[in-house]
T-cell receptor
């Protein structure tokens, strides 16, 4: 059973476009993390959201945690080719993050 | 600080063999977690070690095992390899591993191919 569903699975856009990817679950998480993974590398943490309704911004990336702490979204403004990669969300429960539940990811390609 | 290192980076084995993968965490980190990543299932948690003790375990068969040494370095072993074990095996370290605020740092992974 996949506890975290990410959509879309694949996204190919042109440089300068905006996009949103989603991470949904029927379960409540104490925190949710977003990672980006590039080919041949391990995932790199982008942000952790903890409070329901929380919004965090990282340059052109905006992350939101749902009020009920069951879902999250990542919005990228004016995407650039350097944003290309696999975006993964991961949920932690009970205050512990060493057993993260990952979504399958959204593979984003930004074409020049 | 040096990042998480994993060796080897690539490995090819045949069915029935066993394999040992190694992970060196960031200096000072005491928690090491292992994950299996496949296109079909994504990233799945294998187990986590802290101070040489396995603290948590995912839903994998007993053929998957691990250990941690006193210097926090960790190894995982897969015995009687099956074709379905072909995957990218990722190791992640964190200072304590028990807090939502504790960031996990991933290594580049070991790509295992089972023929």
């Amino acid at each position: 059973t996949q506890l975290l569903e990410q959509s879309p699975q694949f996204l190919s856009i042109q440089e300068g476009e905006n996009l949103t990817v989603y991470c949904n679950s029927s379960s409540v998480f104490s925190s949710l993390q977003w990672y980006r993974q590039e080919p041949g590398e391990g995932p790199v943490l982008l942000v952790t959201v903890v409070t329901g309704g929380e919004v965090k911004k990282l340059k052109r990336l905006t992350f939101q945690f749902g009020d009920a702490r069951k879902d999250s979204s990542l919005h990228i403004t004016a995407a650039q080719p350097g944003d290309t990669g696999l975006y993964l969300c991961a949920g932690a429960r009970g205050g512990s993050n060493y057993k993260l539940t990952f979504g399958k990811g959204t593979l984003l390609t930004v074409n020049p | 600080k040096a990042g998480v290192t994993q060796t080897p980076r690539y490995l090819i084995k045949t069915r029935g063999q066993q394999v040992t993968l190694s992970c060196s965490p960031i200096s000072g980190h005491r928690s090491v977690s292992w994950y299996q990543q496949t296109p079909g299932q994504g990233l799945q948690f294998l187990f986590e070690y802290f101070s040489e003790t396995q603290r948590n375990k995912g839903n994998f068969p007993g053929r998957f095992s691990g250990r941690q040494f006193s210097n926090s370095r960790s190894e995982m072993n897969v015995s009687t390899l099956e074709l379905g074990d072909s995957a990218l095996y990722l190791c992640a370290s964190s200072p304590q591993g028990g807090l939502a605020s504790d960031t996990q740092y991933f290594g580049p992974g070991t790509r295992l191919t089972v023929l």
